[in-house]
């Protein structure tokens, strides 16, 4: 069985974030993905400092389903480097993570 991981994914606002994850969720590619709202970014970007207003979407999905997610996220994200980090689960609740599992699997 493959192993839960939490993704990352900042977006320009809630809207486009909840738009992604009802994509991501319907085609069974994550179980579910949390929207932080109020989040600023602050990074360099074409040698010039930047700080924006973004959104934090928090993703929950598998190990074997990493590069599908990934890729639909490049499709479907406004951001020329979008970022898309995915984070080991360690330990959790059991019932959670098998419904993790069941929900993404294919």
Not at 11 to 22: A, C, F, N, T, Y
Request: proline share 6%.
């Amino acid at each position: 069985m493959s192993e839960v991981v939490v993704g990352l994914v900042t977006g320009p606002d809630r809207e486009q974030l909840v738009r992604l994850g009802r994509t991501l969720v319907d085609e069974r590619l994550i179980a579910c993905l949390n929207v932080v709202e109020g989040v600023t970014s602050v990074y360099r970007w074409d040698s010039a400092l930047n700080e924006d207003s973004e959104a934090l979407g928090i993703l929950k999905t598998t190990s074997a389903r990493v590069g599908a997610v990934e890729r639909r996220i490049r499709e479907l994200h406004p951001y020329d480097v979008p970022e898309i980090l995915f984070l080991p689960v360690s330990a959790g609740s059991p019932p959670y993570l098998d419904w993790v599992s069941k929900e993404v699997a294919h």
